[in-house]
């Protein structure tokens, strides 16, 4: 069955820099997009980013674009979500999704809970 | 880009009864409206695609349409475990912006 598992969070510094890991299992990996996509009590749901099958195109939200960098590794079915100048807004449980190749997402990880505090 | 106006905010109903959730697009966007559920803890499920199609797994009890801008996910017969979170959410032509809605939380009256 599909697996995504996050994992690289916890608590960070303002201004400091922090990278996200997401393992996928159960799927061709290098198959489908890959999504980043944030949740706070405030914010609700806040996608991030979005990165192409083969790697070749990314597209962010409008809040990270200057700061955060999403990547993957098809050779070991990782996705990753490098985050820098990392602010008190930031933080957040972070999701990675799946893409069917639609405009939604089919599967989630469990979460990884970021937060930035001083 | 299109905003998506999710009501009620809360929804407080018994089981047994019958849920209507609401989310209004800020302009066309055809039937590219998926819905998805969100339990305490746990990540969002996708429950409809497509305005009107259950995804893999989800029963026949949840139901989605359209009229205009305007789209609903009904829940008949609510069981314990529907009581959650809602979601609504849409992607931009391009380049792609993905958007949800706020969400509507369905508690236990």
């Known amino acids: 069955q599909v697996q995504l598992v996050e994992s690289g969070g916890g608590v960070v510094q303002p201004g400091k820099s922090l990278r996200l890991s997401c393992e996928a299992s159960g799927f061709i990996f290098n198959n489908f997009g890959m999504h980043w996509v944030r949740q706070t009590p405030g914010r609700g749901l806040e996608w991030l980013a979005v990165?192409?099958?083969?790697?070749?195109?990314?597209f962010y939200a409008d809040s990270v674009t200057d700061r955060f960098i999403i990547s993957r590794d098809n050779s070991k079915n990782l996705l990753f979500l490098e985050m820098n100048n990392l602010r008190g807004d930031d933080t957040a449980v972070y999701y990675c999704?799946?893409?069917?190749?639609?405009?939604?997402?089919?599967?989630w990880g469990q979460g990884t809970l970021v937060t930035v505090s001083s | 880009e299109v905003v998506l106006t999710q009501s009620p905010a809360t929804l407080s109903l018994s089981p047994g009864e019958s849920a209507t959730l609401s989310c209004r697009a800020s302009q066309n966007i055809n039937f590219n409206l998926a819905w998805y559920q969100q339990k305490p803890g746990q990540a969002p499920r996708l429950l409809i695609y497509d305005a009107v199609n259950r995804a893999t797994g989800i029963p026949a009890t949840f139901s989605g349409t359209r009229s205009g801008t305007n789209f609903t996910l009904a829940i008949s017969g609510l069981e314990p475990e529907d009581f959650a979170l809602y979601y609504c959410?849409?992607?931009?032509?391009?380049?792609?912006?993905?958007?949800f809605g706020r969400g509507t939380n369905l508690e236990i009256k």
């Open positions: 999704a799946r893409d069917p190749g639609r405009y939604f997402f089919d599967h």
């Open positions: 990165i192409w099958h083969d790697g070749s195109t990314q």
């Open positions: 959410q849409h992607r931009g032509s391009w380049p792609p912006k993905y958007t």
